[in-house]
DNA sequence: ATCTTAAATGATAATCATTATCAATTAGGA
DNA sequence: TCCTAATTGATAATGATTATCATTTAAGAT
């Protein structure tokens, strides 16, 4: 799995670093967590004391680039990362109001998402759906 | 309209200032646009010079906790406010990848959603839906 | 294996949105 | 009009993120 990340690091000319693998390791270690770039920062530190706050942000922004990790926000006035998945662009989330967590969810459409999520004991308060793309007036600057 | 918002102020012993008759004026000037509270904060700040940025930013969080406005991210590092909906917790939002516009979309489920954008002339490249509530850890806590 | 060099790093300062502080002002009931 | 707690504006503080720059290093060439 890191393996194949280093694959995409190399194959677009990027060096594959001791930092880099460093940060890709963690965030491998705290699979399906949502981790800040300081929970990424706290936890390489320990094996790693002299690696930078820069470099963490560097890393995460050029792993989101490459598509290898997905950056989003949960209105927290922060980003949170975790790995894209193969699936594409499906990214479901329940949001706790009472301790924060994060909690993902697999199913397709949001009347069965309720459904099924206050079947398993959750009370739904609010959602929130963002579509991203191109609008017309920017269509065919992009397709061109 | 405003006075309706003026109400609920009232009602809840919150005195009704020029400053936040100005910025709900400045909000209603502008509806159905996202607007973040530097924007409103240069807008009020043509016919009111002395308003201040901590006093929109207080007034904002005011408007939220009473429910007059919401507050979301779109991932750009800032907040944006609007009016809330009648109808309560539906916010569906598409958002230009090219020129950052944010548009309102009406239709209640994803697919119903993509296709009839992409009807009317949009690209869909990505979506992300984040419902929010209590999970069954916190349920209780909640409801007792 | 060593050399070379552009890419990457770490320390630090800068930025930007937001929040906290606090003395001065003011809305609205007495 | 008076009183007082709520509100305000100026400003400092904070917290996340980004920019700067001198130093270090990965990895291809020799």
């Known amino acids: 799995m890191l393996d194949s ?3 995409v690091l190399n194959k677009n000319r990027f060096k594959v670093t001791r930092q880099r693998k ?5 965030m491998e270690k705290a699979h399906g967590v949502h981790l800040t770039a300081d929970d990424i920062y706290m936890d390489v530190k320990q094996n790693f004391p002299e690696i930078g706050i820069s470099t963490v942000y560097r890393t995460l922004e050029l792993l989101a680039r490459l598509n290898i990790v997905h950056k989003t926000s949960f209105d927290e006035g922060k980003f ?4 894209c998945e193969d699936e594409g ?3 479901h989330h329940f949001v706790c109001n ?3 967590s994060i909690i993902e969810v697999e199913e397709d459409f949001l009347h069965h ?3 099924a999520l206050e079947e398993r004991g959750f009370i739904i308060t609010d959602h929130k759906v963002q579509l991203y793309g191109y609008c017309p007036e920017c269509r065919d600057r992009h397709t061109e």
């Open 5 to 7: 990340y280093c694959k």
């Open 22 to 26: 460093a940060i890709l390791e963690a």
């Open 80 to 83: 949170r990362y975790e790995f």
């Open 89 to 91: 662009h499906y990214h």
């Open 98 to 100: 009472g301790c924060g």
């Open 113 to 115: 998402l309720e459904s």
